[in-house]
């Protein structure tokens, strides 16, 4: 009885323990768990606040490190990183055996800009000018503002240090045109120096120096132009370099004039038509031959101003010289393959003949046969617009290229003019005689007006007419000479 008493009472104990066990562990389980969700709460709040310094300290760096990599003005890269990125394509080049070009670009009285109009005006600016420069060279190549209104870039891989004066060309003539920029139209000039690594230094401190003493060169030679450091290493192709560069100044046409030279019809010694040639008077060089610098302005694309000044020129001359009462029948005006390949050719003759007043057929454009089979197909349009608006067309130095006979029909040419070394060489070897005569055929049988070019002696003119060749120019009858009153030209060619 005791014992089943004793048991119930030590199970009851028990019972009594592991409730208590039991109600001791959900306790402390509770405990924990409201501790462990504490703990994760001040984690998780922590970890936020960790987020957020973590961030504010990111766009700290990133802010420095904007400064430290671009320009705040411009945004192109720091000079640091500029310089950087030259050290690179040094190595690169002298392990390739490449050449390279550190260009230095100026823009002048930009302090002007600055105080006239205001910071913000002279900031965008130059922002732009970055633009201009990055559009210019290459993705790979860097340009970098090194102080206010100096530029520093660089052309990598060069095949030839000239390469870079097309750059740098293109450059200057970009910047020659007018920014528009909050309200105001504004021009500026710059300069560019030129180094080429290896010969002009072969480390970047000496590049740079040397670039920039380049563009003080320039600087000194006038705006809009740009210099190699050591432009005598260029000695074949300085000439070059400087036209193109000239070229390139806004202010050219101040240092272009026509001559003009007579085509006479030797049957009554009447000047039937001038021609106008270009000259252009270097500040350096003198007297430049066009044979010489319409190659260069061809290459940059200047030809296409070149060409509308001489037509505007030449036509504003002709109606000068008919309201003198000179009866001249037409002017000639030579034009390139360049202009006959620009679409809206045709419509400015037409245009600029309107404004002067100037009847079409009274206008012959030249065009040498070399030029003409440059670019057959396109040009061809053109011409056959100019035609149909009432010019003439001649075919100038005839008979120097193979040109194809279908062509002179197929063209709608009026003129042709045999080439000057036919004339000179018939008197003297017969079978360019019998080309001569051949050409005088033909322009009969196409029924086209036939001039023979450098006539110098008697002997040719008088061959030449009796060829039945009657319309002549060249040295014989008059050089070409600059615009003078008919008065004072009539008087020259009556002592004749
Ligand atoms: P071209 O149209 O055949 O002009 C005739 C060239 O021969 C001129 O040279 C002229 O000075 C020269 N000449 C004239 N008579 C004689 C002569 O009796 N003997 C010799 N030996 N030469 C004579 P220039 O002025 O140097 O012009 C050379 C070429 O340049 C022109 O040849 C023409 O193709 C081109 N040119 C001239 N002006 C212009 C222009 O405004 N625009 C374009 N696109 N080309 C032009
Ligand atoms: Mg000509
Ligand atoms: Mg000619």
């Known amino acids: ?8 009472i030590l199970l009851a104990v028990l ?9 001791l562990s959900a306790y402390k389980i509770k405990h924990l768990k409201k501790q462990f969700n504490d703990s994760e709460k001040s984690y998780r709040e922590s970890l936020a606040e960790h987020q957020h310094l973590l961030s504010q300290l990111t766009d700290l760096r990133d802010d420095v490190q904007k400064n430290l990599l671009r320009d705040s003005v411009t945004e192109l890269p720091a000079r640091q990183i500029f310089e950087n990125h030259l050290q690179q394509v040094l190595h690169e080049s002298e392990r390739y055996h490449l050449k390279f070009a550190v260009l230095f670009l100026n823009i002048n009285r930009f302090k002007a800009i600055n105080a006239a109009l205001g910071f913000e005006v002279g900031d965008t600016l130059l922002k732009e000018i970055g633009h201009i420069v990055q559009r210019c060279i290459r993705k790979v190549d860097i340009v970098s503002r090194f102080y206010g209104n100096e530029f520093v870039f660089v052309v990598s891989q060069l095949n030839k240090p000239e390469a870079a ?33 290896p010969q002009d230094g072969i480390e970047v401190k000496t590049l740079l120096k040397n670039a920039d003493t380049a563009l003080q060169q320039a600087k000194s030679r006038g705006p809009n132009i740009f210099d190699f450091y050591s432009s ?14 000239s070229l390139g100044s ?8 026509l001559h003009y030279q007579p085509q006479m019809d030797v049957t009554d010694n009447s000047i039937v038509c001038m021609e106008a040639l270009l000259r252009w008077q270097h500040p350096d060089f003198g ?6 610098f319409l190659r260069f302005a061809e290459n940059s694309g200047k030809i296409l101003d070149i060409g509308e000044w001489v037509l505007q020129t030449a036509c504003k001359q002709f109606k000068a010289w008919q309201s003198q009462g000179f009866k001249l029948k037409n002017i000639a005006v030579n034009i390139s393959f360049r202009q006959l390949e620009s679409p809206h050719f045709s419509y400015k003759v037409s245009q600029l003949l309107h404004d002067v007043k100037m009847s079409p057929e009274c206008l012959v454009l030249e065009v040498t046969e070399t030029e003409l089979l ?47 070394t036919l004339v000179q060489e018939m008197m003297v070897n017969s079978s360019t005689d019998s080309i001569v005569k051949a050409v005088v055929a033909l322009a009969k ?16 003119k008088e061959h030449l007419l009796s060829l039945g060749c009657t319309l002549m120019q060249g040295y014989l009858f008059g050089a070409p000479q600059p615009a003078t009153d008919y008065a004072k030209l009539k008087k020259a060619l009556e002592k004749k």
């Open 287 to 292: 007297l430049v031959a066009p044979g010489e």
């Open 1 to 8: 009885m005791y014992d089943y008493a004793f048991v119930t």
């Open 445 to 460: 049988s196409l029924d086209l007006t036939l001039v023979a070019e450098g006539v110098e002696t008697e002997k040719q």
């Open 165 to 197: 004066a097309y750059i740098a060309k293109r450059i200057l003539d970009e910047l020659s045109k007018p920014f528009h920029i909050m309200n105001h139209e504004l021009f500026i000039t710059s300069n560019i120096g030129i180094a080429v690594f």
């Open 250 to 257: 806004a202010s050219i046409f101040q240092d272009f004039s």
């Open 374 to 420: 440059r670019q057959i197909d396109v040009i061809e349009k053109n011409l056959h617009m100019l035609k149909h608006a009432g010019v003439q067309i001649a075919i100038d130095d005839f008979g120097t290229s193979n040109m194809s006979l279908l062509y002179l029909s197929r063209l709608l040419v009026s003129q042709i003019k045999i080439d000057r």
């Open 15 to 23: 019972a009594l323990f592991l409730l208590y066990q039991n109600l």
């Open 232 to 245: 005598e290493l260029y000695n074949l192709s300085r000439r070059e370099l400087v036209l193109t560069s």
